[in-house]
T-cell receptor, first 116, second 114 residues
Framework: AQKITQTQPGMFVQEKEAVTLDCTYDTSDQSYGLFWYKQPSSGEMIFLIYQGSYDEQNATEGRYSLNFQKARKSANLVISASQLGDSAMYFCAMREYMEYGNKLVFGAGTILRVKS | NAGVTQTPKFQVLKTGQSMTLQCAQDMNHEYMSWYRQDPGMGLRLIHYSVGAGITDQGEVPNGYNVSRSTTEDFPLRLLSAAPSQTSVYFC?????????????FGQGTRLTVV
């Protein structure tokens, strides 16, 4: 079963505007972590933001914020004031904590293009 | 400050050949994992390890072997390469605790099987 679903294969946003990238997840665990990564055209994976399942407030990191709606199992990434350098692939990921460790699984990704 | 070192960066194999992708981390992370990235599929987990001597299968383990003899190293072996294994491979490591244990990634290996 698909654990992480990113329904937007591609998105366009005008420079300086805000954009929301969608992510829904599936887990029966109470304790888990949600992550967003950025992959520019150069290929490296860049960590952006983390949200723990027990965190009551939405995570924020500079221009990035995570809109966490636990009951709906969604963890959308909001990028404010988009910049040309935000053009990249964005991955949502979930870490499930198991008895003997944990594993991190990713969604299919969303390609974001920022227009000038 | 090496982080996660993954080699090689590029590789071309003939069908049936074997090879090992190397991954080493210097952050004393217990958790290490291998992913493959294919267009439209995101990163799919191949194998992962929660410590030396402990490995487990991910979503797409067939055709790949791993072992974890030390905390630092987690090589990925292709015993008999197939064109379907053409992909970009990433190694990642992280701590095990709950919380913001982000995964640190290697630079990736672009593998082509002809």
């Amino acid at each position: 079963a698909q654990k992480i679903t990113q329904t937007q294969p591609g998105m366009f946003v005008q420079e300086k505007e805000a954009v929301t990238l969608d992510c829904t997840y599936d887990t029966s665990d109470q304790s888990y972590g949600l992550f967003w990564y950025k992959q520019p055209s150069s290929g490296e994976m860049i960590f952006l933001i983390y949200q723990g399942s027990y965190d009551e407030q939405n995570a924020t990191e500079g221009r990035y914020s995570l809109n966490f709606q636990k009951a709906r199992k969604s963890a959308n990434l909001v990028i404010s004031a988009s910049q040309l350098g935000d053009s990249a692939m964005y991955f949502c990921a979930m870490r499930e904590y198991m008895e003997y460790g944990n594993k991190l699984v990713f969604g299919a990704g969303t390609i974001l293009r920022v227009k000038s | 400050n090496a982080g996660v070192t993954q080699t090689p960066k590029f590789q071309v194999l003939k069908t049936g050949q074997s090879m090992t992708l190397q991954c080493a981390q210097d952050m004393n992370h217990e958790y290490m994992s291998w992913y493959r990235q294919d267009p439209g599929m995101g990163l799919r987990l191949i194998h992962y390890s929660v410590g030396a001597g402990i490995t487990d299968q991910g979503e797409v383990p067939n055709g790949y072997n791993v072992s974890r003899s030390t905390t630092e190293d987690f090589p990925l072996r292709l015993l008999s390469a197939a064109p379907s294994q053409t992909s970009v491979y990433f190694c990642a490591s992280s701590g095990m605790g709950r919380g913001s244990t982000e995964a640190f990634f290697g630079q990736g290996t672009r593998l082509t099987v002809v």
